[in-house]
């Protein structure tokens, strides 16, 4: 584990964090109604409409940063098999430059959103009804944003277009990154692993199942709930389809991929199940050795 890979982990667990306590002080919720999406805040803190919707906007731009900063491991873990030498210009200066790239995307995607879906009053008037009757709120008390790519007769709203389109790109070009880097070391990997030792070979095969899971996850946890919410909008007027959907639960999903790429990748990693079993070790040492410990310890020896 060299000290760049360290930070990489230790960077993206921080991230996740930041990602899921975002949500809980935001607590942001989505609604797909016909042609529209709504993200609103149902946080009960007290707190502006303005500072709500920034702090949503900031969540959507965690959720990019994610993507990008896994797009960036495996372009990493790629380089370590079959350009060694060009992981030299991830130490130093390099060390800032792919720490601050992910926020890049990350901040696009926030301004963007902020800016291109801010709610006026064809889109609060199109969904009024439809939030009333489902949530009982008021939109107008409602910190809020709006996709709605139609307006009444049918042509292009291009505020929601806009916005839209950079959310697939910045979402599409990463996970592309993902796919090219996972495939080339899928079918290149035996090759490259001759030139390790044998202890070397293991780690790196453990890696590579542990990104192969990192894969996996942004797949199930990240695209696939963001694909319906961003489509449907644009679908729904052209089918002539009828959508009145509570898509705001599919963020528990996003919620829940920090924990499962950290566990996963402790669960695969043998280094990691090493110093858990030591820790837990530690752990047990610790409390059987406290006074009440030792007094149940001791009567349970008795009895048995």
């Not at 809980?24 to 529209?36: D, L």
């Not at 959720?63 to 350009?83: E, N």
């Not at 926020?103 to 995607?109: C, E």
């Amino acid at each position: 584990m060299v000290t760049t890979y360290k930070r990489i982990i230790v960077y993206f667990a921080i991230s996740g964090m930041l990602f899921s306590g975002l949500e809980v002080i935001s607590r942001p919720f989505a609604h797909n109604y016909n042609g529209a999406i709504v993200f609103f805040s149902t946080s009960k803190l007290d707190l502006s409409q303005e500072n709500l919707q920034i702090l949503i906007s900031i969540w959507g731009g965690f959720y990019s940063l994610t993507v990008a900063f896994i797009s960036f491991q495996f372009v990493y873990r790629y380089l370590s098999l079959f350009h060694a030498n060009s992981l030299e210009y991830f130490d130093g200066l390099g060390t800032v430059v792919w720490m601050v790239y992910p926020v890049i995307p990350g901040a696009i995607y926030s301004i963007i959103f902020h800016i291109f879906c801010q709610p006026d009053e064809y889109a609060d008037s199109y969904v009024r009804w439809e939030l009333f009757e489902t949530y009982g709120i008021a939109i107008s008390d409602t910190p809020r944003f709006f996709m709605v790519p139609f307006d009444a007769s049918g042509t292009l709203r291009m505020e929601s277009v806009v916005n839209i389109s950079v959310d697939l790109f910045l979402i599409g070009f990463h996970y592309l990154i993902i796919l090219y880097c996972g495939l080339q070391m899928h079918f290149n990997m035996k090759k490259q692993l001759k030139k390790f030792s044998a202890p070397q070979r293991r780690l790196q095969r453990q890696f590579f199942k542990a990104l192969i899971v990192q894969s996996m996850g942004p797949t199930i946890f990240l695209v696939l709930p963001a694909g319906p919410v961003l489509l449907t909008p644009i679908l729904s007027p052209l089918l002539d389809i009828k959508v009145s959907w509570q898509t705001g639960w599919m963020f528990t999903l996003i919620g829940l991929y920090p924990p499962f790429d950290s566990i996963a990748f402790m669960i695969i990693v043998s280094e990691y199940k090493i110093v858990i079993r030591k820790q837990l070790k530690l752990l047990i040492g610790d409390l059987s050795s406290t006074p009440v410990a030792s007094i149940m310890y001791s009567k349970t020896t008795r009895t048995l």
